[in-house]
């Protein structure tokens, strides 16, 4: 069965520093995908980047980037030039590629909590 | 406009109550979910239907029970609560079959409180 560690219960920056949030799992397929959430106050839960597993180059939106490391099954997610709306749960997340009869599973590891400061 | 819609947002119960909890999605999926959120915010997936028919099951009691009613619609019956129940029970959906690996959008979920 895949697991989705994530060692960081807790962090906090400052605003517009960098922070960098880390995720392992573990699994023996060779191919899959990768996400990772954020679960803001308000509990609704959002997509914020997704990586497959057979594209070498890491995903990138806007602020938000990845550093997949395949081989050693690290996929961290960088927050760059955070800001206050950042405060969120972060989740780190794995999907098989093969639906079972349609159905794709998350896994989801135990989350992080970042809290931005001013 | 809402995509994943869950109702209630909030439900407040007694033991040994029973209480349904519906989700509707307007994206057209196929695949809806129900996760489950407990109080230290680990998330873990209870049911899968795709296109009304139940495809994942994980260990849940058998006092849970989903109902779709048509694929766009994935209601979750719960009967005999226990304090143990409470938590956030989140109903997502996913595209189906090609689209595979795009994630889940995920409703807002319904924060369920035993007393």
């Not at chain 1, 922070?19 to 799992?25: A, F, H, M, P």
């Not at chain 1, 961290?76 to 590629?97: E, H, N, R, V």
């Not at chain 2, 079959?97 to 924060?111: D, I, K, L, N, V």
Request: aromatic share 12%.
């Amino acid at each position: 069965a895949q697991t989705v560690t994530q060692s960081q219960p807790e962090m906090s920056v400052q605003e517009a520093e960098t922070v960098t949030l880390s995720c392992t799992y573990d699994t023996s397929e060779n191919n899959y995908y990768l996400f990772w959430y954020k679960q803001p106050p308000s509990r609704q839960m959002i997509l914020v980047i997704r990586q497959e597993a057979y594209k070498q180059q890491n995903a990138t939106e806007n602020r938000f980037s990845v550093n997949f490391q395949k081989a050693a099954k690290s996929f961290s997610l960088k927050i760059s030039d955070s800001q206050l709306g950042d405060t969120a749960m972060y989740f780190c997340a794995f999907m098989k590629p093969r639906p079972i009869q349609g159905a794709q599973k998350l896994v989801f590891g135990q989350g992080t909590r970042l809290t931005i400061n001013p | 406009d809402t995509a994943v819609s869950q109702t209630p947002k909030y439900l407040v119960t007694q033991m040994g109550n029973d209480k349904s909890i519906k989700c509707e999605q307007n994206l057209g999926h196929d695949t809806m979910y129900w996760y489950k959120q407990d109080s230290k915010k680990f998330l873990k997936i209870m049911f899968s239907y795709n296109n009304k028919e139940l495809i994942i099951n994980e260990t849940v009691p058998n006092r849970f029970s989903p109902k779709s009613p048509d694929k766009a619609h994935l209601n979750l019956h719960i009967n005999s609560l226990e304090l143990g129940d409470s938590a956030v029970y989140f109903c997502a959906s996913s595209p189906q079959p090609y689209r595979t690996g795009f994630g889940y959008t995920f409703g807002s979920g319904t924060r369920l409180t035993v007393v």
